[in-house]
Nanobody, 124 residues
Framework: QVQLVESGGGLVQAGGSLRLVCAAS????????MGWYRQAPGKQRELVAT???????NYADSVKGRFTVSRDNANNTVYLQMNSLKPEDTAVYYC??????????????????WGQGTLVTVSS
């Protein structure tokens, strides 16, 4: 019922920029927090950045000062502006929604919803 769709991934040279977009759909009433995680080849999935419905943000140390997460609550959309990209940023980026309330006739709470991922490749 509730789905997250990511877009904006691609190939970029080191030092370049990309903007990722994730839109939630499915009769959404509210989402407590939305954010981005990534998984590089041979590594575990890790947190990149999150933002609450009130606008509070949290970033991984490795991306602070380079990435910016923002959110449009009215459209249930979260963005990730990635600047000064490094080859180490290469990964599949996954959108996440935490504490989702959704439903056509009654509200149902979903603890977590994940997107399918979008690939970001940074060349040196």
């Amino acid at each position: 019922q509730v789905q997250l769709v990511e877009s904006g991934g691609g190939l970029v040279q080191a030092g370049g920029s990309l903007r990722l977009v994730c839109a939630a759909s499915g009769s959404i009433f509210s989402i407590d927090a939305m954010g981005w995680y990534r998984q590089a080849p041979g590594k575990q999935r890790e947190l990149v950045a999150t933002v609450t419905s009130g606008g509070s943000t949290n970033y991984a140390d490795s991306v602070k000062g380079r990435f910016t997460v923002s959110r449009d609550n009215a459209n249930n959309t979260v963005y990730l502006q990635m600047n000064s990209l490094k080859p180490e940023d290469t990964a599949v980026y996954y959108c996440n929604a935490d504490g989702v309330k959704a439903g056509k006739w009654r509200a149902v709470r979903y603890p977590e919803v994940w997107g399918q991922g979008t690939l970001v490749t940074v060349s040196s």
